[in-house]
């Protein structure tokens, strides 16, 4: 079965310096790893994904992520915070084998102190 | 630019009513979801639909029902209103057949069950 942990339920950061939200997951088959950060009072928005490729992943707002195979992790990282970056991020996997369910880990309150 | 609506940001209901949710999304994508969001439960997903008149079943799909007459539109019903259906609910969609990635996502209805 799919599952994903997001171990933190909150990240303080000062602004400026770098950050990391992290991510583990277990799929059955190859993992699509998606992750989406929610502002207050509105829906998710998609930040990035993995597929299949290069390792490291940037996406939106400045924000990258690695997909580590042997650790089965995905973290969010960005070099140098804002405070504007904080939000609710939600870390999403879904395997290959062809099946329509996404699933999404608890989220993680990111704080970015100025 | 992917613009996915729902019917209303904010609802308040009693408890034995019939609800509601609509979501309209304006991108012909074939996909559209449902789920709740609650507070360290992260996104569950209730029902999913991949084609007009199609459904499934997420994970938490008891006390609810859906409806899609027409691929732009995706309905969830709630029967019987109870407060443990008190919620965030997201709409989301995403195009493609089996092979759906990222999701698109409305803004939310907050549901009130008195």
């Known amino acids: 079965a799919q599952s994903v942990a997001q171990p933190e339920d909150q990240v303080n950061v000062a602004e400026g310096n770098p950050l990391t939200v992290k991510c583990t997951y277990s799929?059955?088959?190859?993992?699509?790893l998606f992750w989406y950060v929610q502002y207050p009072n509105r829906g998710l928005q998609f930040l990035l994904k993995?597929?299949?490729?290069?390792?490291l992943v940037k996406g939106s707002y400045g924000f990258e992520a690695e997909f580590n195979k042997s650790q089965t992790s995905f973290h969010l990282k960005k070099p140098s915070a804002l405070v504007s970056d904080s939000a609710l991020y939600f870390c999403a996997v879904r395997d290959n084998t062809g099946g329509f369910k996404t699933i999404f880990g608890a989220g993680t309150r990111l704080f970015v102190k100025a | 630019d992917v613009k996915v609506t729902q019917s209303s940001r904010y609802l308040v209901k009693r408890t034995g009513e019939k609800v509601f949710l609509e979501c309209v999304q304006d991108m012909d994508h074939e996909n559209m979801f449902w789920y709740r969001q609650d507070p360290g439960l992260g996104l569950r997903l209730i029902y999913f639909s991949y084609d007009v008149k199609m459904k499934e079943k997420g994970d938490i799909p008891e006390g609810y029902s859906v409806s899609r007459e027409k691929k732009e539109r995706f309905s969830l019903i709630l029967e019987s209103a109870s407060t443990n259906q008190t919620s965030m609910y997201l709409c989301a969609s995403s195009p493609g057949g089996r092979n759906q990635e990222t999701q698109y996502f409305g803004p939310g209805t907050r549901l009130l069950v008195l």
């Open positions: 799929v059955s088959g190859n993992p699509y």
């Open positions: 993995y597929i299949t490729g290069d390792n």
